[in-house]
């Protein structure tokens, strides 16, 4: 058997597309390459349009049997090849698009299941749902991602152990510390009264939050007599008229955004950029985008000008490396509980992540929540989670973003630190890193629905309540009410957190227990042997083929 695997980020553009609503599919193909592997010659390809059937044609002249496995989502997977075609995709809706928009055959999904015959998704509740549509026969297979023997080397190393009372990363990025912020609640109006400029958002400008609060230095002797503090300034128009714009913007982010059209939402972000800019000319206020006065530099003594040796000449210039991110150091201690997700991704639900923490742990130093953010664009969430932080102040416990790439051995030392791994989604199509988590011996806070019902147990889990609300295919331009999602508990999150953190610090043999569950779970779950076995049954049947 021929196998031809695409995926549309591949391994020279994944560093660059963290974020993009498809970038875990590389992930998924990666994993399920070392089993297809065992099964039969693999090659994987960038331009599915003019690659795939050449070798499909070369495969048949040597009498070899070939498919292609597109891990993508169906409406993006090609229905016209004459290699025979499965959709590998992950889905977390209550149904599949079965209509059609944009005159594409594709958006409805039961035009591309006909088209292949078959499909392949990443949990049983997704096989569920594509049965549903295109009725009890037609052969689909619910397959996790093999990724259990991928962490052999991190599970033995503290699968079976608690986790270190302390432990330090070495990461290069952005690290965000709420400790060190000097977050204030009244830093949200307080601070408009001198607004900055800025040219480079994508939307109306928002005033930056208030730097961290730096430690005061020790008085000197003899220091001069105290001055009175200046008067605070009035509250002029230009002061209104930034409090005003602060809560137009809050509104329009919060309340009207999400319910434009895609096109619409990028026009108004245009055109305030556009506006904000006049407005600042009108209000008198100075542009950065004007380039710095270069001063003339001073003259060089006169031993370091003849020892200095003659520039190269222009042609034999090296262009110099781009420079790396800088090296920081993290500590982490206490119980740690970690969670990685896209911050743009509204599925992740991180707000009612972060605000149950907060609030069960308002009063609890040693307890640390690490945000790892999948997302290049600091500028994109850094307002908003610095926003979010200040409204929740003030806490004790610890809120530690990580704007940042972690290499393979970061990531495993990640784990190693880490006490519990935190989902607090609407809704998952597979989720990767909680499965890499519970395969590694960490207990773990999440819901039981979608595709973690494959995996979730009270077992290894303090499990999250939730009920089903309305909402919108994602990819629907029309933004149509057609499916279902969940809504979670914001008090069982609560409890979660709670919970946890008693067993974390008063019962270890039950905190062990629990990891050792998630271990047998996912062993019995995505083990490289099992997930073959299951592929190898699925190639060895007749695919439907579409009526005529």
């Avoid at 690290?175 to 040219?199: E, K, M, N, R, Y």
């Avoid at 039950?510 to 073959?532: E, N, P």
Wanted: hydrophobic residues 40%.
């Amino acid at each position: 058997m021929n196998f031809i695997l695409y995926s549309d980020i591949g391994e020279n553009t994944i560093n660059k597309s963290l974020g993009l609503p498809e970038y875990s599919y590389y992930f998924v193909l990666k994993a399920f390459r070392t089993v297809l592997q065992e099964l039969g010659t693999v090659t994987v390809v960038r331009q599915p349009e003019t690659e795939v059937d050449p070798l499909f044609d070369a495969c048949r002249e040597r009498g070899e049997e070939c498919i292609f496995l597109s891990f993508s989502p169906p409406n993006k997977t090609l229905i016209d090849l004459r290699c025979p075609t499965v959709s590998v995709f992950a889905w977390e809706y209550s149904n599949i698009p079965d209509e059609q928009w944009d005159e594409d055959v594709r958006s409805d999904w039961r035009n591309v299941f006909g088209r292949h015959g078959r499909a392949i998704t990443l949990s049983s509740y997704t096989a569920r749902i594509v049965r549903e549509a295109m009725g009890p026969t037609f052969p689909v297979l619910a397959v996790p991602a093999p990724l259990w023997e991928q962490f052999a080397a991190p599970r033995a190393r503290f699968g079976s152990s608690l986790p270190p009372a302390q432990s330090q990363l070495q990461v290069r990025g952005i690290v965000i510390d709420s400790h060190v912020l000097g977050l204030s609640a009244d830093g949200l109006i307080a601070h408009v009264t001198f607004p900055q400029a800025s040219d480079e958002l994508d939307e109306p400008d928002e005033a930056p939050l208030p730097p961290p609060v730096q430690p005061e230095p020790a008085p000197e002797p003899a220091a001069p007599p105290p001055q009175p503090e200046p008067a605070a300034p009035a509250k002029n128009l230009r002061y209104r008229l930034a409090v005003t714009k602060r809560h137009l913007l809050t509104w329009y982010r919060e309340a009207v955004r999400d319910l434009l059209p895609l096109w619409l939402a990028r026009a108004v972000a245009l055109g305030g950029r556009g506006g904000n800019t006049v407005a600042r000319a009108i209000m008198g206020y100075e542009s950065r985008a004007h380039a710095p006065v270069q001063q003339p530099l001073p003259p060089e003594p006169q031993a370091q000008q003849q020892a200095a040796p003659a520039a190269p000449p222009a042609a034999a210039t090296v262009a110099p490396e781009p420079p790396q991110e800088p090296a920081v150091g993290v500590n982490l201690e206490g119980v740690v509980y970690t969670s990685i997700l896209s911050p743009k991704d509204g599925r992740k639900n991180w707000f009612d992540m972060v605000t149950a923490f907060c609030w069960t742990f308002r009063d609890v130093e040693d307890a640390t929540l690490v945000l790892k953010m999948n997302e290049r664009d600091l500028s994109l969430y850094h307002n908003t989670l610095l926003t979010l932080l200040s409204q929740l102040a003030p806490f004790k416990c610890r809120v530690l973003t990580l704007h940042a790439y972690l290499d393979d051995a970061t990531y495993e030392e990640l784990i190693g630190a880490t006490s519990f791994y935190v989902n607090t989604s609407l809704c998952e199509g597979l989720c990767l890193p909680l499965m890499e988590f519970m395969s590694c011996g960490r207990p773990v806070i999440a819901p039981r629905h979608t595709a973690m019902e494959d995996y979730i147990d009270d077992g290894a889990a303090f499990i999250v309540k939730s009920s089903l609300e309305h909402n919108v295919w994602p990819h629907d331009p029309r933004d149509l009410f057609r499916t279902l999602r969940y809504r979670l508990d914001w008090e069982s999150i609560c409890n979660g957190y709670a919970e946890s953190y008693q067993i974390a610090k008063q019962h270890p043999e039950k905190y062990l227990a629990m990891g050792r569950h998630a271990i047998a779970r996912m062993q019995a779950y995505s083990a490289g042997a099992v997930v073959k076995e299951q592929l190898r049954d699925f190639f060895q049947q007749e695919a439907v083929e579409e009526p005529a």
